[in-house]
C-alpha cells in the first residue's frame, strides 16, 4: 500500500554535499535564479577555488625552495590566486561572464609562468584539463567553450613547441623545473580527480531523483487506476478503454446510521474509522479477486467480472459480501454507535472504461450498477440483498432467503433475495 | 494541462543507437542488467579499446626503426594490447573487476612506455585521466578510487625520481612528437569525457522535469491543489477537516443507462467522456473542486476553505454551467438525455483516505441531503434546499417548490435554482 506521504513528495536534490566554508565561496556572487545557470556559476566557483589553492600551493613550494630568487614568480602565484578568487564577482554581469575571465586568466597565467619558468617545468600540462571549462559554460554556451578549448589547445602546441625551455628568469634552474614538473602533474591529477567527482556526484543525485519521481508517478498510477487497466494503457499501447461486460457482478455496501453518528465527533475520528473502514474492505477485495471500484461517502463499492471470469467472480463477490459483514461485526463502535452494514449485489450489463482528462478515472456504468445500487439502497442492515438474476448466477454456491416482491424507484416491482451463507456442499 | 497520454507512461530516453559491430564491441563481455553498472563497464571497454590501439600503434611506429633493441620495448607494449583486449571478459567476475585490470594495465603500459621513451616524451601525461576513475567505479566504492587516484600520483613521482629524461628507445625528434601527442591525446582524452557527462547530466536533467510534472499532473488527479499544498507543508498531518459551510452538488444524467443500452462500449464512453470533460474545465472555471464521478453522477463542492457564502455561489454558477452543457448535448442512442441536479448547503467531514484507492471526500449532513436533493429532483432543474437557498442569497433567482417528502428528511421545503440575478 502506498503511503500517502511518499506520493506527496517534491524535494528536488540538493548541490553536492561541500562543507559549508567552501559552499559558501563557491556560491559566492551568485544572483541569478535559473537553476542550470546556478549550477553552471557553482561550478567555476568551485574551478576559481581549484585555481587559488593551485596558485597557493605553487607559492609555498617555490617559497621553500627558492624564496629569493622567485620574487616575481611568488608575486604571481599571489596575484593569481587572488584573482581567481576574485572572478565570482563578474557574475551579475553575466551568466558566463565569470567563467570567461576566469579561462582567461588561466590561460594568461598559465603561458605566462611557461615562458618565466620554461617549457621543460611542464606547467603545460594544465592544458590538459581544458575539457573542465565545459561545465562552466555548459551545453548551452557550447560555442563559447570550444573557443577557448581551442585556446587552449593551441596555447598547448605553442607552449611545446615555441616556448623556452629553460624560460626567461632562471634559466640555470633546472632543479626547480624537476620539482615544478612533479608538483604541477600531481596538482593536476587531483584537480581533475575533484572536478570529475563533482561533476559525476550531481549526475548521481539528479538520476536518483528521477528514479524517485518516475516510482513516485508509478504509484500514482497505481492509486488511480486498477494494475491491469494501467498496464493496457501503458505497456499495451491502448488509447482509450471502452469495455462492455455482460454478466458483471456488482457490490454497493453502505455504512448505515453513519452521519448520526458522526455527528458530534472530531473530525480525524470519522477520518480514522472511515480510513480503517475502507482499508480492511480493500484488503478483503484484494483476497476474493474481486476489484475494488471506489469508495463514495461511506459507501464501498466493488465489482467481479471485469477480467473475464464471471461466473467464478459473482460467486467471489458474494464471499467477499458476507466476510465485510463479520468484519464490519468486528469493527469497534464509531463513537457510541456499533455501525452495520448494508449490501446490495446484481449481475448485468455493464460498460467500463476511462473518463476524463486532466482528472481522469476508471468507471462503471449501466445495469448492472443501477441495480445493484438499489439492491443496497433498498436493502436491510446487516444483511445481503440481492436481486433474482444475481441469485439465479450464483445459486448453487449459496443459501438464499426470499424476500418477496418490492417496489424498486425507476424499476417497478422485483422479486428478490437476501444471501445467507455459503451452501455447504 | 497535461494530458492523459502524458500521465499515462513518458518513454525513457533512449540512448545512442550504434551500429552493430560498434555495438558488440563495447557491450563485450557484460552481463549484468543494473543498468548503471553496465555503463560503467561499457566506458572501461571503450577504454581498454583505447589502451590496446595506442600499445599497437607504439608497436608498429617503433617498427619502423627496424632495430633490434627496440624488439623487448614492442614486445612489452604488444603484451599490453593483448592483456588490454582481454579486458572485457573480467567483467562477468564481478561489478568492477574489469575497471580494477583496466586500472593495473594502464599503470603499467603507462609506466613502462614512460621508461621506455623517457621523461620528455611526456608519456607520463596520461596519469593525469587518472580523475576519470570515477567513470568507471562506483561512486560508493570512493574510498577505493581515491586510494588509485593517490597511487597515480604516487607512481608519477616515483617515475620523476626513476625513469630516465631520455629514453633508450627512441630519438630526440621522436620523443618531442611523442610528447606532442602524449599531450594532445590527454586534453582530447580528458575533454570528451566530461563532455559525456555533461551530456548525461543534461539528459538527466530533462528527464527529471519531465518526470516531476507527470508526478505532479498525476498528484493533482488524486487530490485538490489545496489539499496536496498542506500535505506538503506538514506531511505527517491527516487530512481531517470539518467544515461547516460545505456547498455539495450532486448531478445526474437521466436516462443514461437505458440510451446506453444498445450502443458499443466505445460510444458510450466517449459520449461520457466528453460531457464529464466539460463538467471538469467548469468546475475549475467557476473555482469549484470536482470531487469525483460515480458512474453517470457527478459530485462537486465548494467553499471547502470556509467561505459558505462565495462557496454556495460559485456552485450555483457551475451548476448553471453544467444545464448548459447538457443542453447542448447531442442524443445518444436517440434519446435525448437530461440533467438532474441536486444542491444544499451544511456542515461536512472532508479528509484523505487510502489504501487501494488514495481519495479526498466528504462525508455528513451535507453530503446526504444533496444527494437527496438530486434524486428528488426533476430532469433539466436544479433543486436546491432551503440553506443553500438562504447561503447563496441574492445571486440567484429562485422558484419555490414548496413542501416536498424526501425519503429519511421527511417534509422540507425546497427550491429550484432559476438563473442567475
Known amino acids: 500500500m502506498t503511503r500517502l506521504r511518499d506520493l506527496i513528495h517534491a524535494e528536488r536534490p540538493g548541490g553536492f554535499p561541500l562543507p559549508d566554508w567552501l559552499a559558501r565561496i563557491v556560491s559566492a556572487g551568485i544572483i541569478s535564479t535559473d537553476p542550470k545557470v546556478v549550477r553552471r556559476q557553482r561550478f567555476t566557483g568551485i574551478v576559481a577555488f581549484a585555481c587559488a589553492a593551485n596558485a597557493a600551493s605553487h607559492l609555498v613550494i617555490n617559497w621553500l625552495y627558492e624564496p629569493a630568487t622567485l620574487v616575481p614568480v611568488h608575486l604571481y602565484n599571489a596575484v593569481f590566486a587572488v584573482a581567481a578568487l576574485l572572478v565570482t564577482r563578474l557574475h551579475r554581469f553575466g551568466e558566463t561572464a565569470a567563467a570567461s575571465a576566469l579561462a582567461m586568466l588561466i590561460f594568461i597565467g598559465t603561458m605566462f609562468a611557461i615562458w618565466m619558468l620554461g617549457r621543460d617545468s611542464q606547467l ?14 555548459g551545453m548551452e554556451n557550447l560555442r563559447q567553450f570550444l573557443a577557448w578549448f581551442a585556446v587552449a589547445f593551441i596555447a598547448l602546441l605553442v607552449a611545446l613547441n615555441v616556448a623556452p625551455p629553460d624560460g626567461l628568469l632562471l634559466p640555470e634552474g633546472s632543479q626547480l623545473r624537476e620539482v615544478l614538473a612533479s608538483h604541477a602533474m600531481v596538482n593536476a591529477i587531483i584537480i581533475n580527480g575533484l572536478v570529475i567527482l563533482y561533476a559525476l556526484t550531481t549526475l548521481h543525485r539528479t538520476e536518483a531523483e528521477l528514479e524517485r519521481q518516475y516510482a513516485r508517478s508509478s504509484a500514482l498510477m497505481q492509486t488511480i487506476l486498477p494494475p491491469r487497466i494501467a498496464d493496457r494503457l501503458i505497456s499495451g499501447g491502448e488509447q482509450k478503454i471502452a469495455d462492455r461486460v455482460d454478466n458483471l457482478s456488482v457490490l454497493f455496501a453502505d455504512l448505515v446510521g453513519f452521519t448520526r453518528a458522526a455527528h458530534d465527533l472530531p473530525p480525524e475520528r470519522v477520518i480514522d474509522y472511515l480510513d480503517d473502514f475502507v482499508r480492511s474492505f480493500d484488503d478483503l477485495c484484494a483476497l476474493h479477486g474481486v476489484e475494488k471500484i471506489k469508495s463514495v461517502g461511506d459507501c464501498y463499492m466493488a465489482a467481479g467480472g471485469l477480467a473475464g471470469a464471471q461466473e467464478a467472480d ?6 467477499l459480501a458476507l466476510a465485510m459483514l463479520e468484519a464490519q461485526a468486528n469493527r469497534p463502535p464509531l463513537g457510541d454507535t456499533r455501525l452495520k452494514l448494508r449490501i446490495g449485489i ?11 482528462d486532466v482528472r481522469f478515472s476508471y468507471d462503471v456504468w449501466g445495469d448492472a450498477v443501477n441495480m445493484a445500487s438499489r439492491m443496497e439502497s433498498y436493502g436491510a442492515p446487516d444483511r445481503i440483498h440481492v436481486s433474482e438474476a444475481y441469485r439465479l448466477a450464483t445459486g448453487a454456491s449459496f443459501v438464499f432467503e426470499e424476500r ?10 422485483a422479486r428478490t433475495y437476501f444471501l445467507v451463507a455459503p451452501r455447504r456442499p | 494541462m497535461a494530458h492523459l497520454r502524458d500521465l499515462i507512461g513518458v518513454e525513457r530516453a533512449a540512448g545512442f543507437r550504434l551500429p552493430r559491430w560498434l555495438d558488440r564491441i563495447v557491450t563485450a563481455g557484460i552481463v549484468s542488467s543494473d543498468p548503471k553498472v553496465v555503463r560503467r563497464q561499457m566506458i ?5 579499446l583505447a589502451s590496446a590501439l ?5 608497436v ?3 617498427s619502423f626503426y627496424g632495430s633490434d633493441e627496440f624488439l623487448l620495448a614492442q614486445g612489452v607494449s604488444a603484451l599490453f594490447a593483448v592483456a588490454a583486449l582481454l579486458i572485457h571478459w573480467m567483467h562477468r567476475f564481478g561489478d568492477n573487476a574489469g575497471a580494477i585490470v583496466l586500472i593495473l594495465v594502464f599503470a603499467a603500459s603507462a609506466s613502462a612506455a614512460t621508461y621506455m621513451f623517457g621523461l620528455q616524451a611526456q608519456v607520463q601525461v596520461y596519469f593525469v585521466l587518472a580523475g576519470l576513475i570515477w567513470f568507471v567505479i562506483g561512486l560508493e566504492r570512493w574510498r577505493f578510487a581515491v586510494g588509485v587516484i593517490v597511487a597515480f600520483a604516487a607512481i608519477v613521482l616515483m617515475l620523476f625520481e626513476v625513469a630516465p629524461q631520455q629514453g633508450s628507445a627512441v630519438s630526440e625528434a621522436t620523443a618531442r612528437w611523442t610528447a606532442v601527442q602524449s599531450m594532445v591525446n590527454a586534453i582530447t582524452i580528458n575533454s570528451v569525457m566530461l563532455f559525456y557527462a555533461l551530456f548525461l547530466l543534461q539528459r538527466a536533467e530533462h528527464d527529471l522535469e519531465r518526470q516531476t510534472k507527470r508526478a505532479e499532473g498525476l498528484l493533482s488527479v488524486v487530490l485538490p491543489s489545496a489539499v496536496a499544498d498542506r500535505l506538503r507543508a506538514a ?29 458499443p462500449p466505445e460510444v458510450v464512453v466517449a459520449y461520457l467522456d466528453r460531457l464529464m470533460r466539460s463538467f471538469d474545465d467548469a468546475c475549475r472555471e467557476c473555482g469549484v473542486e470536482k470531487i469525483k464521478s460515480i458512474g453517470d453522477a457527478y459530485m462537486a463542492a465548494g467553499g471547502l476553505q470556509g467561505d459558505l457564502k462565495s462557496g454556495a455561489i460559485a456552485v450555483g454558477h457551475f451548476a448553471l454551467g453544467m444545464l448548459r452543457h447538457a443542453q447542448a448535448l447531442p442524443p445518444l442512442g436517440g434519446h435525448k438525455l437530461r440533467l438532474r441536479i441536486g444542491i444544499h448547503a451544511g456542515p461536512a467531514i472532508a479528509g484523505v483516505i487510502g489504501g487501494t484507492r488514495i481519495s479526498y471526500d466528504l462525508w455528513g449532513d451535507a453530503v446526504n441531503v444533496a444527494s437527496r436533493m438530486e434524486s428528488h429532483g426533476i430532469a433539466g432543474r436544479i433543486h436546491v434546499s432551503d440553506a443553500f437557498r438562504r447561503a447563496a442569497g441574492d445571486a440567484f433567482e429562485f422558484e419555490e417548490r414548496g413542501e416536498t417528502e424526501v425519503r429519511d428528511l421527511g417534509r422540507v421545503r425546497t427550491h429550484f435554482l432559476l438563473r442567475a440575478r
Open chain 1, 346 to 356: 446484481h449481475i448485468g450489463n455493464a460498460t467500463a472504461g476511462i473518463i476524463g
Open chain 2, 54 to 58: 595506442n600499445s599497437i600503434s607504439r
Open chain 1, 404 to 413: 418477496g416482491e418490492t417496489e424498486i424507484r425507476g424499476i417497478g416491482q
Open chain 2, 60 to 62: 608498429v611506429s617503433m
Open chain 1, 124 to 137: 603545460q600540462v594544465y592544458f590538459t584539463l581544458a575539457g573542465v571549462m565545459l561545465f562552466m559554460f
Open chain 2, 235 to 263: 506531511p505527517d498531518q491527516p487530512i481531517a477537516d470539518r467544515i461547516d459551510g460545505a456547498t455539495i452538488l450532486f448531478a445526474d444524467l437521466e436516462g443514461f443507462t437505458s440510451a446506453a443500452h444498445a450502443e
Open chain 1, 314 to 319: 459473482a460467486i467471489s463477490l458474494g464471499r
Open chain 2, 44 to 48: 572501461v571497454n571503450v577504454a581498454a
